[in-house]
Nanobody, 119 residues
C-alpha cells in the first residue's frame, strides 16, 4: 500500500524560505512505474493547483506563479521528494500536497501540510 506523508509546513513571513518534504512508503520513488512526481496546493474554496512536477528524465514543470522561486527535487536514498520554496508570498498560503502519478493514471496523494505566509 502506497503512503505519502508530507511534513515541513509552517508559518513564515513574506520573503522567507521553506522546504516541505514528502516521504513515500510502499513504493520506491525511483520506480519507472511512476510517470510524474508532483506537488499541488489547495486553498479553501478552490481546486488543486499544480505547483511543480518532475519526471525521471529530469524534466520539470512549474506553475507560472512559482517559476523562479520554487524547486522540486528528490532523494532516492531517503525515498523522499521535496519542494524548496523561496521568496514566499502571502498568496502562496495553502495546503501543499504531494502526488505520484503512475503510468496507469493511478494517483497517490499525501494528506497535505499547511504553509502560511504572513505579510
Amino acid at each position: 500500500q502506497v503512503q505519502l506523508v508530507e511534513s515541513g509546513g509552517g508559518l513564515v513571513q513574506a520573503g522567507e524560505s521553506l522546504r516541505v518534504s514528502c516521504v513515500a512508503s510502499g513504493i520506491n520513488i525511483a520506480s519507472q512505474m511512476i510517470d510524474q512526481m508532483r506537488w499541488f496546493r489547495q486553498t479553501p474554496g478552490s481546486g488543486r493547483e499544480l505547483v511543480a512536477s518532475l519526471r525521471h528524465s529530469g524534466t520539470t514543470l512549474y506553475g507560472d506563479s512559482v517559476k523562479g522561486r520554487f524547486a522540486i527535487s528528490t532523494d532516492d536514498a531517503k525515498n523522499t521528494m521535496y519542494l524548496q520554496m523561496s521568496n514566499l508570498k502571502p498568496e502562496d498560503t495553502a495546503v501543499y500536497l504531494c502526488n505520484l502519478k503512475m503510468w496507469t493514471n493511478t494517483n497517490h496523494w499525501g494528506q497535505g501540510t499547511q504553509v502560511t505566509v504572513s505579510s
